[in-house]
C-alpha cells in the first residue's frame, strides 16, 4: 500500500526558511515524479514543485521559483522542499503527492505557517 507521510512544517517568521520531508513506502519509489502541493485555508490545493524521478528536471510555480527548491533521495525515498525567503502567502499545508497508474496519493500534510 503506497504511503507517504510528512514532516517539517511549523512556525517561522517572514524571510525565514523550512524543509520539508516527505517518507514514502509501498511502491518503487525511483520509479516515480514526486511533486508538492500546498492548499491555504478557503484556497484550492496548488501544485508548488515537481521532479522527476532520476532528478533530472524540477518544476516551480511562479510564485515560489528562485526560493523554493525540490530534492529527492532514491536510496532513502524522501522528498524535500526546501523554502527560503517565506512569506506570509507561503502559509499552507503542504501535501507530498505521486501518481500511480492514474491514481493520486497524498500524505495527511505538513502545515507551514509565516508569521510574525
Known amino acids: 500500500q503506497s504511503q507517504l507521510v510528512e514532516s517539517g512544517g511549523g512556525l517561522v517568521q517572514p524571510g525565514g526558511s523550512l524543509r520539508l520531508s516527505c517518507a514514502a513506502s509501498?511502491?518503487?519509489?525511483?520509479?516515480?515524479?514526486m511533486r508538492w502541493y500546498r492548499q491555504a485555508l478557503g484556497e484550492e490545493r496548488e501544485l508548488v514543485a515537481t521532479?522527476?524521478?532520476?532528478?533530472?528536471?524540477?518544476t516551480y510555480a511562479d510564485s515560489v521559483k528562485g526560493r523554493f527548491t525540490i530534492s529527492r533521495d532514491n536510496a532513502q525515498n524522501t522528498v524535500d522542499l526546501q523554502m527560503n525567503s517565506l512569506t506570509p502567502d507561503d502559509t499552507a499545508v503542504y501535501y507530498c503527492?505521486?501518481?500511480?497508474?492514474?491514481?493520486?496519493?497524498w500524505g495527511r500534510g505538513t502545515q507551514v505557517t509565516v508569521s510574525s
Open positions: 509501498g511502491f518503487t519509489f525511483s520509479y516515480y515524479i
Open positions: 521532479i522527476s524521478s532520476a532528478s533530472s528536471s524540477r
Open positions: 503527492n505521486v501518481r500511480i497508474s492514474g491514481n493520486d496519493y
